[in-house]
Nanobody, 118 residues
Framework: QVHVVESGGGSVQPGGSLRLSCTASGRILRINSMTWYRQEPGSERQLVATISDDGSTEYADSVKDRFTISREGKTVFLQMNSLKPEDTANYYC??????????????WGQGTQVTISS
């Protein structure tokens, strides 16, 4: 069994910063990549940023130069600066896991709410 848990969401004013964290735990042999998505009610889930096990990263155009994804072992961080009202969403973390026993699957967290409002 593998668990993915996010933390760090909250409410800030436009221009502010937040740092999200996500940790995977359980019977993990290896994590190939860890990715942040976000979703607003009634909208499709949108990829925000991803980091692979070799440290390579990709970002959505809307967050480039404002958000930074980083990783320490089984924990991934999303540093969000210069936040805008349109960044308001529920942020989800997913880990592409190879489990003990060699099964590979993606595990999702429950999400953490980020609200940007004055």
């Amino acid at each position: 069994q593998v668990h993915v848990v996010e933390s760090g969401g909250g409410s800030v004013q436009p221009g502010g910063s937040l740092r999200l964290s996500c940790t995977a735990s359980g019977r993990i042999l290896r994590i190939n990549s860890m990715t942040w998505y976000r979703q607003e009610p009634g909208s499709e889930r949108q990829l925000v940023a991803t980091i692979s096990d070799d440290g390579s990263t990709e970002y959505a155009d809307s967050v480039k130069d404002r958000f930074t994804i980083s990783r320490e072992g089984k924990t991934v961080f999303l540093q969000m600066n210069s936040l805008k009202p349109e960044d308001t969403a529920n942020y989800y973390c997913t880990a592409d896991v190879v489990e003990v026993g060699r099964n590979r699957r993606a595990y999702w967290g429950q999400g953490t709410q980020v609200t940007i409002s004055s």
